[in-house]
């Protein structure tokens, strides 16, 4: 079946550090693919998405590659805040018209100021 | 609304008792789903609503469990005779058309605790 695997946290940094989450899959077809954030008593929100390879998701300067080759779809950001710190979920859709999405654990960043 | 709204925010309940969560989509979302997220656990489905057609209810774990959707719009995710394994953040979500194509909107969870 489908899965998302991700990093375990917590994931603590100073402000300005660089950020990597990484984030694999595995999916019967071809999926699309999804990173979502949930700040402190907030709703999930998506953050960035890509539907097909080599593409990048880019948003609030994050930035994730769609990698077929290695089933990965790993997170970045070059400079973290302290407004970053939140729950980040990778997501798999497939197909990409699915129902429901796969979503991996979550990975918990703290940036410390 | 602007947003996906959820309610109550938090319900403390004692086992046994049923509960009613309930679900305002964002307007004209044809496409609704239930998830819940259990302490250190990603995301699980449960339920899926889109327009008129009969739901997807694979990922109910029990039959204690139901959801329906009034009028394409409002859902209510019951749970009776709750258990403390019950006890979760019940998110939901709605979407312009079924899948992925434009992201899901969440709304901010119902968090449950069976005490």
């Known amino acids: 079946g489908n899965s998302v695997t991700q990093m375990e946290g917590p994931v603590t940094l100073s402000e300005e550090a660089f950020l990597t989450i990484n984030c694999t899959y595995t999916?019967?077809?071809?999926?699309?693919l999804f990173w979502y954030v949930q700040y402190p008593g907030e709703g999930l929100q998506l953050l960035l998405k890509a539907t097909k390879a080599d593409d990048k998701g880019s948003n609030k300067g994050f930035e994730a590659t769609y990698r077929k080759e290695t089933t990965s779809f790993h997170l970045e950001k070059g400079s973290v805040q302290v407004s970053d710190s939140a729950v980040y979920f990778c997501a798999l859709s497939d197909p990409p018209y699915g129902q429901n999405f796969v979503f991996g654990p979550g990975t918990r960043l703290s940036v410390l100021p | 609304g602007a947003g996906v709204s959820q309610s109550p925010s938090n319900k403390v309940t004692e086992k046994g008792k049923d509960v009613e969560l309930r679900c305002d989509p964002i307007s004209g979302h044809t496409a609704l789903y239930w998830y819940r997220q259990s302490l250190g656990q990603g995301l699980e489905f449960l339920i899926y609503f889109q327009g008129n057609s009969a739901p997807d209810k694979s990922g109910l774990p029990s039959d204690r469990f139901s959801a329906e959707r009034t009028g394409g719009s409002v859902s209510t995710l019951t749970i009776q005779r709750t258990q403390q394994e019950d006890s979760a953040v019940y998110l939901c979500?709605?979407?312009?058309?079924?899948?992925?194509?434009?992201?899901?909107?969440f709304g901010s969870g119902t968090r449950l605790t069976v005490v």
């Open positions: 979500a709605s979407s312009l058309v079924g899948g992925a194509g434009p992201g899901y909107t």
């Open positions: 999916a019967t077809g071809y999926p699309s």
